[in-house]
Nanobody, 117 residues
Framework: QVQLVESGGGLVQAGGSLRLSCAAS????????MGWYRQAPGKQREMVAT???????IYANPVKGRFTISRDNANNTVYLQMKGLKPEDTAVYYC???????????WGQGTQVTVSS
């Protein structure tokens, strides 16, 4: 059974930092990409940052220069280091993995990030 376990969310003041972690386990197969999405109340889920198996990274424009995605391939873990947090970053953050020959999509349970002004 494939599991994506997220951690690291919380409540911080504007300008603060958080580090999100997501560990994938189970018969997930070969990982094609790992990344993070977020969804704020009343808004669509949006891609925040993604890293492909080849090491390429993609960032949403609002987080460029503030967020950094990294991975630990040995442990199938992806991280999101968030600095200079802003109230508009407030959302539920979801870990995402695309894996396997059939390019299956897997999602974490979500972790709440709240940035106060």
């Amino acid at each position: 059974q494939v599991q994506l376990v997220e951690s690291g969310g919380g409540l911080v003041q504007a300008g603060g930092s958080l580090r999100l972690s997501c560990a994938a386990s189970g018969s997930i197969g070969s990982i094609n990409a790992m990344g993070w999405y977020r969804q704020a109340p009343g808004k669509q889920r949006e891609m925040v940052a993604t890293m492909t198996s080849g090491g390429n990274t993609i960032y949403a424009n609002p987080v460029k220069g503030r967020f950094t995605i990294s991975r630990d391939n040995a442990n199938n873990t992806v991280y999101l280091q968030m600095k200079g947090l802003k109230p508009e970053d407030t959302a539920v953050y979801y870990c995402h993995v695309n894996a396997g020959f059939w390019k299956n999509d897997y999602w974490g349970q979500g972790t709440q990030v709240t940035v106060s002004s």
